[in-house]
């Protein structure tokens, strides 16, 4: 059975962080490219985050840039959003999602193919 588990969101005051993880199985890992999406009520998915299938290369929104680091470990079939210098406007549901390409990936998120529960952030101004 393929599964993503997104986890490690939580509240967090305006400049603190956070580190979401998520663990994936039931599919090879190491050839996924895998990324981080955001939504927040009455706005529509938006990329936050990417990586392509080593780590090696990644890109980020404009928004997010400099502030959050994604990462990955595929011995333990895991990807990682570090989010530092947290802004109320970061508060959304955060998904991982993979996608099959080796590359970095996309920012589209109907080109991914699996996704994650997602996991709740908030942060209090």
């Known amino acids: 059975q393929v599964q993503l588990v997104d986890s490690g969101g939580g509240l967090v005051q305006a400049g603190g962080s956070l580190r979401l993880s998520c663990a994936a199985s039931?599919?090879?890992?190491?050839?996924?490219?895998m990324g981080w999406f955001r939504q927040a009520p009455g706005k529509e998915r938006e990329f936050v985050a990417s990586?392509?299938?080593?780590?090696?290369?990644?890109y980020y929104s404009e928004s997010v840039k400099g502030r959050f680091t994604i990462s990955r470990d595929n011995a333990k079939n895991a990807v990682y959003l570090q989010m530092n210098s947290l802004k109320p406007e970061d508060t959304a549901i955060y998904y991982c999602?993979?996608?099959?390409?080796?590359?970095?990936?996309?920012?589209?998120?109907?080109?991914?193919?699996?996704w994650g529960q997602g996991t709740q952030v908030t942060v209090s101004s």
């Open positions: 999602a993979a996608r099959y390409t080796t590359g970095w990936g996309t920012t589209d998120p109907l080109q991914y193919d699996y």
């Open positions: 039931g599919f090879i890992f190491s050839i996924y490219s």
């Open positions: 990586a392509n299938w080593d780590g090696g290369y990644t």
